[in-house]
């Protein structure tokens, strides 16, 4: 017992010893993973500074004389609007201010009518009108909150109403007189406050919610190529053009395409604010956006489901006679398919029409997938073909057949995007 | 002409006469649509009368004089806060309580001692340190919002801690000697709003979001578990036992499945504020109902796979060598597996161990597993086997083996959460 305590000791003492380092090693950890932040996505520092910086705008109003005569204490709504209004992006940032000034003017003018109407029954009915309003208001208001349509983009607004109108309605009680006056500062303070929001917000090195979903839909097609192509690669054991990749996580890469879809949502539904965007112009459809991520998704299924495969992958170094009669048309699809995805991708991040060589591998694809269903239905089998080789290989090929019209069909949602949307027309050299 | 122009006012004549019944129509739509919100969810109902009655209760400060008389016009915090705070489950209103009243405490300590160091300073200095600390503080706390384990948890708070550290910083410069009162009143009103709150949210028909993640996790296994037993009567072709299902919608329950990561992960960090539940204790393991629905989600992608081959489905009326050879393990598998599934999802549900039956049902399928490779390893093909049947027929079963194993993990995860959790042990009985 004795030496077991003792041991016990020199434990805690060890620990103790090692204390200052370890704690050392985590503010270290911690700091690099900050950094790491700042570094991956550079506008992260700049969104800090702006608010930084739209706050001591805004702070002015305190500190300058003239301007605090005009809203004295009530400039308090405007620092306040500041920091709730500012957001990462633009789209979210208008959503919010304008969100916020309707609701503020919409409730802030029904505060004042239920007010009138608390007035007129006297001092013992006071109170029990605005307590009923505000219960009323309230429970309908939230309720209201909970319909898909408005939570998805007046939510905010929602809340600033029963907000509004509590605070207006309720303390109309004790300040009589100033009700008006109270409603109009502060309607006027958070217009103030949502201005330089939204000025900072656009003015410096803004963020285009609707340039990242554009990029983000278009990032997975180009990661769901990249797989294709990959898979193709791999499973059929061809080797690579190139400086050889030893890194094989481009075949991961369509991972982050299975789960984007609420992602893709939200993304849209902030992106529906920025009405203008110089780069695409003025209400730009969205929706549209959904509908291709929705199909690079099923899309995703189905390399999903080929990936499976590759662990329980087959040498084609000797490869049986059936296997060196599909393995062609399967890489084609692999190659073309992939190719497609990446040119349609790179379009979509430029915003610019479809390249004609597109339809090229597009046609291709299918003119393989056609020639390997072809095989598939007749084909004969011989004797020493075995199961353990068909049953996987011709799975492999009947999800790449299943997988071209998915590509087509993405290509038909894009070209709706292109022509919906205006996108530039780009004669690209086809190159036969 | 004339007669273009005449239909042209009729077609307008006709359409201003359907005018009101389209509006109609329309206000009948809406009011449909809100009323099946309300019977989906009645707690949403519930939720919409709680808050009208928190926010009835704390304008009370307001209109009793004694009350009124200890916070003036401060009582504005304490409806702002009930307002804010209550949300519809009970760790989202604890989570935004705490985060509230903690930034705030914290940022007022702050704010005073920026406020004391602005003051040493003289006139002219004073609101260019302000000015300064509160561009320092308003880029770093924003900055922090960035930081994922922030964000997940902490994210109103850091917001909150701008709002107070700016609004007290920036206001002491005009009330100079009232800095401790204003800071002082404000954390007691959002404490006494906090308090109303969260008190109205646990107190009437409280919506714990942890038993929300539970049951969802449990009703997305139990898709599963029928979707799965469904394909293997479907794609098999065997009657129905019991009264016949016309409806297929089961088929497809899976789907939802797929795209449920961002809901449990938002869930999760929902529900780690609920420290205590009278349902499942303290300090329930969150973290791994998030293992289990990654489980579950590798699992729909499989049965998403499975199903695609549901549209080429080959008649089994008269089924060929190969086909009556694999046919009885392959449903087998489906059946024990999707039973093994729903009766894991019914523990889930009851919060209790898993009944040893569900071992059994995974043993069986396991042995079906077994017996199935065994097949596809040994069985050797004739001449009048034609590829069309074998490869799908065949792609199936490898799915089906493919799948086993991850009803075991997602069987051991659940044992693994059970005794972490301490769930309750339930003797089912065996039906061997």
Known sequence: MIIESQSDHENAWGW????????????????????????DDPRRIIHSLKVGLALTLV??????????????ANSMWAVLTVILVCEFSVGATLGKGLNRMLATLSAGALGIGVHSLATLSGDTGQPIILGFFVFLIAATVTFARFIPAM?????????????????????????????????????????????????????IRPVWIGENLNNLVANNMEKLGKSLEGFGREYFSIPEEGPSMDDKSFLQGYKSVLTSKETEQAMANLARWEVWNFRFGFRHPWKQYLKIGTLSRQCAYKVDALNSYLN?????????????????????????????????????????????????????????????????????????????????????????????PYIEKISEALHELASLAHFKRVEARVSP
């Open 151 to 203: 939570k998805a983009r007046y939510d905010y607004g929602l809340l600033i109403f029963i907000l509004t109108f509590s605070l207006i309605s309720v303390s109309s009680y004790r300040e009589n007189d100033q009700v008006l006056v109270m409603a109009h500062q502060r309607l006027t303070t958070i217009m103030v406050g949502s201005f330089i929001a939204i000025v900072t917000c656009i003015c």
């Open 312 to 404: 329980t992958k087959i040498q084609f170094q000797t490869p049986s006679e059936f296997q060196s009669k599909i393995q062609e048309p399967c890489t084609k699809i692999c190659s073309e398919s992939g190719q497609a995805l990446k040119e349609l991708a790179l379009g979509l991040k430029k915003v610019m029409n479809q390249p004609t060589s597109v339809y090229l591998h597009i046609e291709r694809s299918k003119m393989a997938a056609e020639n390997l269903k072809s095989l598939l239905n007749t084909t004969s089998l011989c004797e020493n073909d075995n199961l353990q080789v068909i049953i996987p290989t011709g799975a492999v090929a009947l999800i790449l057949v299943d997988i071209v």
């Open 16 to 39: 103790l010893k090692a204390l200052p380092e370890k704690l050392w090693g985590k503010v270290v950890d911690v700091a690099e993973k900050i950094k790491k932040l700042g570094e």
């Open 59 to 72: 702070s002015l109003f305190y500190y300058i004389q003239p301007l605090y005569d005009g809203f004295g």
